[in-house]
């Protein structure tokens, strides 16, 4: 519907726009969050500069790679190099980040309403700043889980602690070979199970969790609905961008907000129905939560 249409953004102020936005949050009935790498970008979790080289600087130097994004796509020659670099990858993304704090502030900003999140993020943060399990629909994945790389069936696996083993014992970018993870099943190598290709796992727990956004949907579909949108952009537009504007089209009281740096818009035919904020996520959520603390202060 929206592939040829113009966009529109925001011609609003930013305070009018923050305004607007928090009485959307306030009087909703339901929030739908789609979140992105924005969000996590936003929350210091950059895959390249700095942090890229704090970590990976002597893959940079061997192997070329500038950023943790495509270094994961690097045709590495052996499996000791390539658990190498995903246990490092991992270790930092997903059981030593912590918590964002874009995360912590949208958990409050929405922890009393009826909320549900879609996301294509991987890297576990809704779950670490305490947002409720089976309100989250993970659709490509998680760095902590790793499945058969054939895949011979449709289950998957806990990695914490042969990750941390992996990262803790390789040396010269090589994990010793006996670390390798192999499938219980065929034997095959395991890979992560993140939605890179045809092999991707959609186990039990992905198929509940798609079940129950789908519910949540159902369930207000004739109600005041936010759909609310953070740090996603147009590589897979499918999964939240197309599908956050289509469900807002059709829905008489449906709202649609978009905050995302460089990358907030909306399609003319529900310009009348959008909040458009171009700026750092995290800065924006900073403030509507003052702003919410402070009513609730008077």
């Known amino acids: 519907m929206f592939l040829r249409t113009s966009t529109w953004n925001s011609t609003g102020t930013y305070w009018d726009n923050i305004a607007r936005l928090k009485k959307e949050l306030e009087t ?5 969050i789609g979140a992105g790498a924005g969000l996590s970008t936003s929350a210091g979790m950059s895959y390249s500069g700095e942090r890229f080289e704090k970590y990976f600087s002597d893959f940079h130097r061997r192997y070329g790679i500038t950023d943790m994004y ?9 499996l000791e190099e390539y658990w190498a670099w995903w246990s490092r990858h991992i270790l930092i993304n997903r059981y030593e980040a912590g918590v964002g704090k874009p995360y912590a502030d949208l958990l409050e900003l929405v922890k009393d309403k009826d909320y549900f999140v879609l996301t294509t993020n991987v890297d576990h943060q809704f779950q670490l700043a305490g947002f409720d399990k089976k ?6 994945g998680d760095y902590g889980l790793w499945q058969c790389s054939k895949p011979c069936h449709d289950k998957t696996y806990d990695n914490e602690v042969a990750v941390r ?6 040396k010269d970018m090589k994990i010793p070979s ?15 199970n993140l939605r890179c290709d045809d092999t991707f796992v959609e186990d039990e727990g992905w198929h509940d969790a798609s079940e129950r956004y789908s519910l949540f949907l159902r369930r207000h579909q004739n109600m005041k609905t936010l759909f609310l949108e953070l740090g996603t952009g147009m590589n897979t537009p499918g999964i939240i961008k197309f599908s956050f504007w289509r469900m807002v089209h059709e829905r008489p009281d449906a709202t649609y907000a978009c905050i995302n740096l460089n990358e907030a818009y909306a399609p003319d035919e529900i310009r009348e129905k959008s909040i458009c904020i171009d700026d750092d996520i995290g800065k ?3 403030q509507l939560l003052s702003i919410c603390d402070d009513n609730r202060r008077l």
């Open 284 to 286: 924006v959520l900073e």
């Open 28 to 32: 909703a009935d339901a929030v739908v």
């Open 165 to 170: 083993q992996m990262a803790a014992e390789q």
């Open 178 to 192: 006996e670390l390798i993870p192999r499938c219980p099943v065929c034997g095959a190598p395991m890979n992560v």
């Open 70 to 78: 495509s270094g994961g796509f690097y045709p590495f020659d052996t």
């Open 135 to 140: 309100r989250l629909f993970y659709t490509q």
